[in-house]
């Protein structure tokens, strides 16, 4: 079973290496999507794990690029930034499953195997968590530039780091 993890941190990248070794795996990491793309074509993965938020290309790209392959692997995406659009897009392109950070390899074992359920993602978000998906959807387009996105938004700074300090509401 080869597993690709795609990961701009190295240390949770090599911790996940570590985990699934363990566990019988045979793991090879990319640490952005042009990386990845290289090493699933040299070495086709039978399962990915992708991050989501990247330098350069995003996870979304990568998911893409995978399900195109004429033996597509089994993949989960992860992210620390989470919000029902982009699980549904991360679905809807093909991911098997979408958690959020921190996951342990259970969990995402767990999730590449099709024992955890995805996301539900017919649920309409509360106004709150729309807002709040929205601004980290605006600062993620600013390269996480916080006045770039106050500028966009038409807000203060200030007003923006606040918003954007709060947990996601609950949907």
């Not at 039978?46 to 330098?55: N, Q």
């Amino acid at each position: 079973m080869r597993l690709l993890i795609v990961d701009d941190d190295d240390s949770f990248r090599h911790a996940l290496r570590n985990a699934f070794q363990r566990r019988g795996y045979d793991v090879v990491l990319a640490g952005n999507a042009e990386e990845a793309s290289a090493v699933a074509r040299a070495t086709p993965p039978d399962y990915a794990v992708i991050d989501l938020r990247m330098p350069g290309k995003s996870g979304l790209e990568v998911v893409r690029e995978l399900r195109a392959l004429p033996r597509p692997p089994e993949v989960v995406v992860l992210t620390g930034y989470g919000t029902i659009g982009t699980a549904v897009e991360a679905i809807r392109l093909g991911a098997l499953n979408y958690l959020n950070k921190p996951a342990d390899a259970e969990e995402i074992e767990a999730a590449l195997k099709g024992e955890r359920a995805p996301p539900p993602v017919d649920s309409v978000p509360s106004l709150d968590r729309q807002e709040w998906e929205y601004l980290n959807k605006i600062l993620a387009d600013c390269n996480g530039n916080i006045s770039e996105a106050a500028r966009r938004l038409k807000m203060h700074r200030r007003t923006l780091q606040r918003k954007l300090q709060k947990h996601p509401p609950k949907v």
